[in-house]
């Protein structure tokens, strides 16, 4: 195992592209899919066990991913999780209980919208964006938290906390919690805080208290080691809405399981829509959650292509991105074994992207056994790419993407352009993307790139003022106690 | 993913079993003094791990700074930010080890969050452990159910491995991990991360209580206790007394002269209490 990522920093940055283009290599990868999906290592009895079915991986492990890497107070209470979680999920009740949500509340399902003028830009390919930005909430977010503050719920837990990064794991962890009449606290980096001002309102205004992290890079990791510290001190009453598909056993089966709801639909949808399957599906990565979802309906179809599309930052080379997969390696971090960006001691590396949802220096351990067997291909987007792909869905299709998914939008051009090079159809190559959020909350950030705000942050011959004062720490290297 | 201890292990002769025997036989509990390396330098860390050993502590436990200490509260973690800051490197905590080694009778455990070791390798780190004169690790993010590699290297070099039992841990739980252990029990005395508190929890004579039940010979309490009443009121029921924020406190205010005052002061809690002795401070 272990051949995918180049193991050693940055260095292999001049070549270009980090994942091989080369077609030769493409299909070896793919032979490799097959075999495996034709059940060929089933029988052979390794200790890695694969399974002739991807889908469903029960954990705790995924190849040698995953596991408990945590501090032994809290392994009762992923114990009491995990047995709650395995019996709500064959409960036809608690089923119920959350199909009616996702009907009647989130607006489950959510639309496969062709975008037909954005499709001119990804070779001509025909595009389909599954929109979870038209959820309640505005993400894919709500499928978790609202399976997650069930088991709450029946765990008779009072109190949830939630980390967030981009604000909308945490705006939606207050949302579950305020219809379940729960109290909610979410711990969120000051970096991010400033960077997603408003959905910090939008928490405080759905009855939750936002925390500050002001520990290390002030990040979603941050907040997640202060979310652990909260959980720690407070399981009896408490639990810890996990907002992405990693973490301890059982989190990444039980986030994914919530979400898998995203990859039945597309699933159904886009055989509804061209009567067939697609030749490729893409998502973005930061934890994973929203593409682990999407995947989930497609991983036992080996004739489609699955992409990751990590955050590339300012590009791998320069060090400044949060690219796990492509330049990680395995290691422990917030109680899982996966990739990890760490330096030669095991430190965790700070990441950095433009995109808050994305800038996590790890990843759900599920992707990282997805891309050592070549079931699916992670690769990198750069801030640049994923807003150049922003500014053509906004423009082409009047949706304004969340940056996270722009990421996704962005590898959906490459992967487009990949598939219909030399074909005098382009149109016969379908692709389906993970529209995972919509870009409200990005407002800023993006007019900001764009160069639409004056020097005051005001919207350029206006006196519309989109943010408060920047901090004079935004990139302060020390952190107070 | 249950995984225990080989049944046959081969003996290893564990010195930190052995620092708290002799506590024992001096009539007393043992006293685990905590201090982060590299905070605020390499060399103050050996000169206060040796002021400790020297002062009363029987057992010395050197954290590795780690850039995401879940199990820390803030004064530990601004400590280790701040050695992280000052270039901190993983490899210098066996100097440290070696320097205490050297300059004491004490047994000195390194306490460390797992990524630091797994990246180095762990027979490789436990190799370079043992040859620096190290008794074994304290792990607080790593679990029996984890540990395979761990188990292997620690019997091969003849090291410690000191598993966290909690308030929280099932009779199976602790059952597990008394079998996994060699050294000692870490009975976590409180639900929460490390820090100084006024009191010390009602539930960690709980945990003592089934951790000795399981079978352990040799537990020692951690987490909350800063005051010679502390180290009282533990050592009447444990074999052993852990000690961080407070030194860590102490060393940040005071310097080494500081730690070595404040050891001493923890080491008076073994005494018999006098009438009119040491008045608790605030």
Redesign the interface.
Known sequence: MGSTPAASSQAEGSHGDIKSENPAERTSETATVDAFLAGGRAEAGRAEGAPASLKHAPGPYFGSYGGRWMPESLIAALDELEDTFEKAKVDPEFLAEVAELNKNYSGRPSLLTEAKRFSAHAGGARIFLKREDLNHTGSHKINNVLGQALLAKRMGKTRVIAETGAGQHGVASATAAALLGLECVVYMGAEDCRRQALNVARMQLLGATVVPVTNGSQTLKDAINDALRDWVANVDTTHYLLGTAAGAHPFPALVRFFHEVIGEEARGQILAQTGRLPDAVCACIGGGSNAIGIFHGFLDDPEVKIYGFEAGGDGVETGRHAATITLGRPGVLHGARSYLMQDEDGQTIESHSISAGLDYPGVGPEHSYLSDIGRVSYEPITDAEAMEAFRLLCRTEGIIPAIESSHALAGAIKVGQRLTEGKENPEDVIVVVNLSGRGDKDVETAADWFGMLDEDGNVKGTTLSTRAHKGPAAHSEDAQA | ?STTAPENTPAVASKSAAAIDRAKAAGRAALVAYLPAGYPDVQSTIDAGIAMAQNGADLIEIGIP??????D???I??AT?EA??KGF??ESVFDVVAGITAATDAAVLVMTY???????GVDEFSRRLAEAGGAGLIT????P??AAEWFAASDKYGLDRV????????PE?VAM?VEASRGFIYA?SI???TGARDSVSSAAEAVVAAAHKAGAERVCVGLGVSRPEHVREIAAYADGVIVGTALVAALRDGGVPAVAALTKELATGFAPAVAGGTAATA
């Open positions: 993913m780690y850039s995401d200490p879940v199990m509260g803030a004064v973690q601004a930010v992280l800051a490197r993983v797992w990524n630091p070791v797994m990246r180095m607080p993010d790593l679990i159910d984890e598993f966290l039992v909690a308030p929280s841990s099932t739980r991990t976590v639900m929460g991360v």
